[in-house]
Nanobody, 119 residues
Framework: QVQLVESGGGLVQPGGSLRLSCAAS????????MGWYRQAPGKERELVAS???????NYAESVKGRFTITRDNAKNTVYLQMNSLKFEDTDVYYC?????????????WGQGTQVTVSS
């Protein structure tokens, strides 16, 4: 198991930017998939972006061109750069470490960080 701690959430105006960080308790070099998910009250958790050990990335259609996921293996940290934020990006954002790529439910979750986009 790996412990994950997210940070970087907060209140931002529409069109603004935030960078979320997910610090892992151990090396993420061999973790097949690192991902960011988000969840609104009463809704299912959904994928925002993911990154594999092979360097592949995947993004939800709603964030393509605005969000960027990066892995810093040296720092055991995954980042989510969020630009051009919209009201609908307001959610709790969670980091997931999926060791063998079997799916997020088989991985570890962080505690979440709140992102609020409001004028």
């Amino acid at each position: 198991q790996v412990q994950l701690v997210e940070s970087g959430g907060g209140l931002v105006q529409p069109g603004g930017s935030l960078r979320l960080s997910c610090a892992a308790s151990r090396s993420i070099f061999s973790i097949e998939v690192m991902g960011w998910y988000r969840q609104a009250p009463g809704k299912e958790r959904e994928l925002v972006a993911s990154s594999t050990t092979g360097g592949s990335t995947n993004y939800a259609e709603s964030v393509k061109g605005r969000f960027t996921i990066t892995r810093d293996n040296a720092k055991n940290t995954v980042y989510l750069q969020m630009n051009s934020l919209k009201f609908e990006d307001t959610d709790v954002y969670y980091c997931n470490a999926n060791l063998y790529g079997l799916g997020p439910s088989f991985g570890s979750w962080g505690q979440g960080t709140q992102v609020t986009v409001s004028s």
